[in-house]
């Protein structure tokens, strides 16, 4: 893997959010071709260009009112990684507990920037002095609209969730092609759910932007008494197939890999994705065969290049979990992380409770719901089934 970071490897965005306008406007003109409701897609599309032009407006103002930004310094960061559903989320909830963790949340993702936040925090506030009304109403709205995902995985604007969503607001994700049904049935867009796929200087383009936001986060973290060192955790499983990438625009990370069965993950990721479709379109019943073969090739990739790469690492750089042991011993499970990778503080600053929006139960699934087959899987993925006994 490679050592330090290299030209191009460690610029920054500093003026300019560097949107995806190509694949942005590819993506639209498949939607407006396939779709039987061209003012949805109208509709979707000022929502995103409306949320372009707050944060641009934002990180400009970053430049003028925080121009030191770019001298913050990070440690690690921590890095967890593996197949969606393999108990990522349980795990990133219970480190950034930690009170010198530093973890992203969904609305620090979306809107990044630092003078962005000090809006929200004086509208917060300004709002808690008052009775708290306009809180009210957004967790309101939220538990109408998100809470039927509770179930499965809680969504909330202030809970801690994967960095994906700092690639989503540049258009820089393959979420961006899979947040639609109609997008992910068009092979076309294939391209842009592979990471290795891309050129290496949209590569870096992406890289740049998630380390940008990754500094103005800690820039905005006050600072510790203790004089400890603010570390980043961030769970992303599509960081599974960016190793190499990441190492280079972060020489120091450290990963945690957590590995559970391929025949549980993959469906029970087909069926979060298929209840986040639902919120926008009730209409949909099944997911196609297309729609199911396109996650299940991500799926595959995801396995394929975690335990490739991940060999690579030393033994001080990774750590590997099994989601069996996650969840019959968080605690143990914590003080492995801490003692294998040398983190800074204690795992007793954390504590073993864990709650239930952290940890949902009740959510059934089954290959057979998605038409998959089980020597199909095993096949594809023999090397995983073979290295860990599944």
Sequence with gaps: APAMTTSGWDELPRWFVPFGWREFWRKQAYLLRDTKSPLRVSAQVAVRLALLGVNQTAWTL???????WDQTELFGPVFIIGHQRSGTTLLHRALARDPNACALAMHEMVLPA???????????????????RIRGRIDRLQDRFLGRLDHIHRIRLDSIEEDEFVFWSAFRSGMCVNDNPASVSRRELDYFRDFRSWSEREQQ??????????LKRVNREPSRESGAPV??????????????QLLRVFPGAKFILLVRNPLETIPSRLSLIREIWRLGYPELERMSLAQVATIVDDSVRT??????DCALLRPD???????????SDLGATIEKVYSQLTLPGSPSD????IGEADSPGHHHYSLADFDLSE????ARLAAVFDAYGF
């Design 317 to 327: 750089q990774l750590v590997e979990i099994r989601y069996h042991d996650l969840k």
């Design 350 to 353: 954390i504590g073993n409770s």
């Design 375 to 378: 020597t199909d899987l095993r």
């Design 114 to 132: 630092i003078s962005a936040h000090r809006v929200i925090r004086a509208i917060a506030r300004w709002d808690s002095r008052h009775g708290g």
């Design 231 to 244: 570390w980043i955790v961030a769970k992303n499983p599509a960081f599974s197939q960016r190793i190499p």
């Design 205 to 214: 383009i992406a890289l740049a932007w998630y380390r940008a936001c990754l």
């Design 303 to 308: 396995y394929t290049y975690a335990q490739r």
């Design 62 to 68: 970053d430049q003028f009112a925080f121009p030191r």
